[in-house]
């Protein structure tokens, strides 16, 4: 499986002010998934990066507040933009499986948000 | 829509013992992938086990299998001589092709008594 590393691993924010986490995959992958899990609970998929195109936001998460940028098939960011305290969650991404199906998706460690 | 159920929010389980965590999952789909994933405290999520719909065989990988019952649309997991280690909130997921997306169930936080 790939190795993800993502940063900050955790901050503490005002709110008001804005955040870029960062994602980096050891291998080269089409897709890129980032996900909040809000505290204690599931994940919730925020949008699909593919490297060369927008990022496909779900329903309820939209680009100005959650950009994501791709700018390569290593690596990717999610900014959360304006933040007040029901951002503070954990933001995770996630890739598929590099080689065979796609179906499976592996995870960074996440990065620990919180807004006060 | 797809939708998957976890309907025990809290396990525990004594150590050396088995414990099974349950799942269902509902869908019109036919091909789809399921999965059980770990997440212990604070720590990285971890995939445990994968099951494709289509295989009839149940998933194993050392103490950890799973009873997928596609007509009842069920997907339990089976932890064998539980250690401390498996202490841990664990997802069912599942996934299809149609949409891309994995889909989470509300967890389960598994206890593990010494």
């Known amino acids: 499986s790939a190795v993800i590393s993502q940063k900050p691993s955790r901050d503490i924010c005002q709110r008001g002010t804005s955040l870029t986490i960062q994602c980096q995959v050891d291998?080269?992958?089409?897709?890129m998934f980032w996900y909040r899990q809000q505290p204690g609970q599931s994940l919730t998929l925020i949008a699909t990066?593919?490297?060369?195109?927008?990022?496909?936001?779900e329903s309820g998460f939209v680009i100005d507040k959650f950009p994501i940028s791709r700018p390569n098939l290593t690596f990717s960011t999610l900014t959360v933009s304006n933040m007040s305290p029901e951002d503070s969650s954990i933001y995770l991404c996630?890739?598929?499986?590099?080689?065979?199906?796609?179906?499976?998706?592996?995870f960074g460690p996440g990065t620990r948000l919180t807004v006060l | 829509a797809q939708t998957v159920t976890q309907s025990q929010p809290e396990m525990s389980v004594q150590e050396a013992e088995t414990v099974t965590l349950s799942c269902t999952y509902d869908?019109?789909?036919?091909?789809?992938?399921l999965f059980w994933y770990k997440q212990p405290p604070s720590r990285q999520m971890i995939l445990v086990i994968r099951?494709?719909?289509?295989?009839?065989q149940n998933a194993t990988e050392n103490r950890f299998s799973v009873n997928f019952q596609k007509a009842a649309k069920s997907f339990s997991l089976k932890i064998s001589d539980s250690q401390l280690g498996d202490a841990a909130m664990y997802f069912c997921?599942?996934?299809?092709?149609?949409?891309?997306?994995?889909?989470f169930g509300q967890g389960t936080t598994l206890q593990v008594k010494p």
């Open positions: 996630s890739v598929p499986e590099a080689s065979g199906t796609w179906d499976t998706q592996y």
């Open positions: 291998s080269q992958v089409t897709m």
């Open positions: 990066a593919n490297q060369g195109s927008e990022a496909t936001y």
């Open positions: 869908t019109s789909e036919s091909d789809y992938y």
């Open positions: 099951q494709e719909a289509y295989k009839q």
């Open positions: 997921a599942y996934f299809t092709g149609n949409t891309g997306k994995l889909i």
